[in-house]
């Protein structure tokens, strides 16, 4: 029933610790996400093979009893570094998306940030659609 019980929770606990890292890693970066991926998706295998030796000389030195509190202490600090992930501020508004309408002698454009449209004369409207600024 230990191992089970152990088992259980330890794989939960740590898929739940596996996902948000690796999500918040992807959202951070965007010029080379792909290399701090592969470092975050890294660490979570050698984190896998240090603590296998390290869990060994826990039971050795403090029973199995204090390994499993050590362990958990250790993890704990997952929670609090996990509790440190803050979402990113937008880096400078962007233009909105320019839709153009077709109308009489007035053209509609819809403005994508608020979901207003405005009427503008033809003469001032270009021919093509505008996507942040440019056509």
């Known amino acids: 029933l230990l191992y089970f019980t ?15 890292a690796i999500v918040s890693v992807s959202m951070y970066f965007e010029k ?15 984190g896998t093979f240090i603590m296998a030796p390290v869990t060994k000389g826990l039971i050795n030195q403090f029973g199995w009893k204090g390994a499993i509190g050590i362990t958990a202490g250790l993890i704990l600090n ?14 400078a508004p962007q233009k909105p998306v320019q839709l153009k309408l077709s109308g009489d002698d007035e053209e509609k454009i819809l403005l994508e940030k608020n979901g207003n449209y405005k009427e503008v004369k033809k003469s001032e ?11």
């Not at 409207?125 to 056509?135: F, K, L, S, W, Y």
């Open 125 to 135: 409207v270009t021919p093509e659609i505008q996507v942040n600024g440019q056509a």
């Open 6 to 20: 152990v088992g259980v929770c330890t794989g939960l606990g740590f898929g739940l610790i596996y996902l948000p």
């Open 78 to 91: 997952c929670a609090l570094f996990g509790a440190l992930f803050r979402p990113l501020q937008p880096k």
């Open 32 to 46: 080379k996400r792909a290399f701090a991926t592969g470092i975050a998706v890294c660490g979570s295998g050698l």
